[in-house]
């Protein structure tokens, strides 16, 4: 039998298009807050997959500002520098993600860097979750 996720009270402002042109403070925390990132290996596998965001097709819209990998966590600050051009501009058509938002950029980041740590992981038998889900994140207007 397949256990569901339990219903969680969402943290988004309803409402509010999460591509819009402004700086987003995003903290991203590993599943059960383990200390990942100590690893030296991990913590550069974070670190890259952060660096490699704005070169990627869904996130050319996006700059990086500051950011830091703890070992626990990840703080950054995004900046959407453009509304992204997608067929879909309707904010009020969630709950689906929607492209070029801060949320499929974290949603992408998220899966790349735990398609890379668990590749690490499974050599040596380990096999994890890496992240928490969700991501907490607030908007400041340029």
């Known amino acids: 039998m397949k ?5 969680r009270r969402s943290i988004r402002l309803p409402g509010w298009d999460y591509r819009g042109v402004g700086f987003y403070f995003v903290t991203i925390c590993t599943h059960q807050r383990i200390c990942l990132f100590d690893d030296p290996d ?3 596998i974070a670190a890259n997959a952060w660096r490699y965001i704005p070169e990627q097709p869904h996130a ?5 500002d500051e950011w830091v990998v703890m070992p626990n966590h990840i703080h950054g600050l995004v900046e959407i520098v453009t509304a992204p051009t997608t067929e879909n501009t309707q904010a009020d058509q969630a709950p689906r993600l929607q492209s070029g938002s801060l949320g499929s950029i974290v949603g992408n ?14 050599r040596v038998g380990i ?9 907490w994140g ?3 207007s340029q």
């Open 42 to 44: 991990l913590h550069e």
């Open 109 to 122: 980041y998220k899966m790349l860097v735990s398609k890379r740590v668990k590749a690490v992981k499974r």
């Open 60 to 64: 050319s819209h996006v700059a990086l």
């Open 3 to 7: 256990r569901s996720k339990p219903n």
């Open 127 to 135: 096999e994890l979750k890496v992240w928490q889900r969700g991501y």
């Open 138 to 140: 607030a908007y400041r």
